[in-house]
């Protein structure tokens, strides 16, 4: 998983030299930096940038980017602050950093995790009056050419690849692209949900009186009010920022053996936008409704076509 996540952020890739680990502990690497005079080496300071999202430490972090990134980063809300540390860490949860050299006296950075370790390996610094690119490899990965400018009298983190490293411009697509797994994810949940409504329907011979009755039963006591087919969180209801409804929808006979579903934003815009509703003949529609729940006159949603339509 990581090794994807850093093809599909960074770039392409080689290897470099083994590395002789050793911790890197007490003081911040910035701090050990200034002392030891590499504050000049714009290498180091990469290091430094990457130790402080590898330790998920955003005043840290904010001190390494440029003075107008600095301020945009502060006003992120905090996820997506966590967030853009965790793409430049390769880890979902804060680790431990490890720093040391390799033969060629490049710097090698290890960030640890409970769950996965990251190991960076830099590259030649190339120096070019107020700008800097240095390549970085993450082992069994790819590599990426960071940049690096003078800000402040102090290297700043400039761009990753082609890619400037613009933080407001950067918080606009991974929330647009936040937004559209969200919604996608409720689409799914909606359909996860339609589907355990017949399965209930096939076991017990009628549809459930709510969604509750869908959620989790002790071993070997699975029964009618606790049928074991969707999880706690969406048998109450709410789950991905959405919440679902469910009501039943007699057929043309009367009988109570068609269903429909909805999922509407539990916060409109923080960060879920778009209402979803399930009509009886399983087709989503949805749209923009402001918070409010969504209807069978709603717009399909791509890729649903009406009945008519087959």
């Known amino acids: 998983m990581m090794n994807r996540r850093f093809r599909s952020r960074f770039g392409s890739i080689g290897t470099l030299a083994a590395a002789l680990l050793v ?45 107008a990134n600095a301020a945009a980063f502060r006003a992120l809300p905090a996820t997506q602050r966590s967030e853009l540390m965790k793409r430049l860490s390769l880890s979902d949860e804060p680790g431990k950093p490890l720093l040391s050299s390799d033969n060629e006296k490049h710097i090698v950075l290890r960030c640890r995790a ?15 009056e107020n700008l800097a690119f240095i390549p970085v490899a993450v082992v069994n990965s790819e590599q990426a050419e960071f940049g690096m400018v003078r800000d402040g009298g102090s290297w700043r983190l400039l761009s990753l ?14 929330a647009a692209a936040d937004l559209a797994a969200r919604e996608d994810a409720a689409i799914a949940d909606l359909r996860s949900l339609a589907e355990a409504m017949r399965r209930y329907q096939r076991a017990f011979g009628k549809l459930p009186e709510s969604l509750a009755q869908l959620g989790p039963a002790p071993k070997d006591q699975i029964s009618p009010d606790q049928a074991a087919l969707v999880p706690a969180d969406m048998a ?15 057929d043309a006979n ?3 053996n068609d269903f429909e579903l909805a999922a509407t934003p539990e916060a409109y ?18 749209d923009d409704k402001r918070g409010k729940v969504a209807t069978v006159d709603d717009p399909l949603i791509p890729g649903e076509k009406a ?4």
């Not at 109450?236 to 007699?250: A, C, K």
């Not at 815009?269 to 949805?286: E, L, N, T, W």
Request: proline content about 4%; some cysteine.
């Open 114 to 128: 409970a769950n996965n370790t990251v190991e960076y390996r830099f590259g030649s610094t190339r120096v070019q």
């Open 307 to 310: 009945a008519d339509e087959k």
């Open 269 to 286: 815009g923080r960060p879920c936008k778009r209402s979803f509703f399930m009509d009886i003949a399983g087709k989503v529609h949805g």
């Open 23 to 67: 911790f890197l502990a007490g003081t911040g690497a910035a701090t050990r930096a200034q002392e030891s005079g590499d504050a000049a080496d714009p290498a180091a300071a990469l290091a430094d940038t990457l130790v402080a999202a590898c330790r998920a430490n955003e005043a840290d972090f904010a001190t390494h980017l440029t003075s």
């Open 236 to 250: 109450l209801g709410r789950q991905g920022g959405y919440i679902f409804r469910y009501r039943i929808s007699p």
């Open 254 to 256: 009367g009988n109570d």
């Open 161 to 174: 690849g082609l890619v400037l490293f613009d933080v407001p411009q950067l918080a606009k697509q991974w």
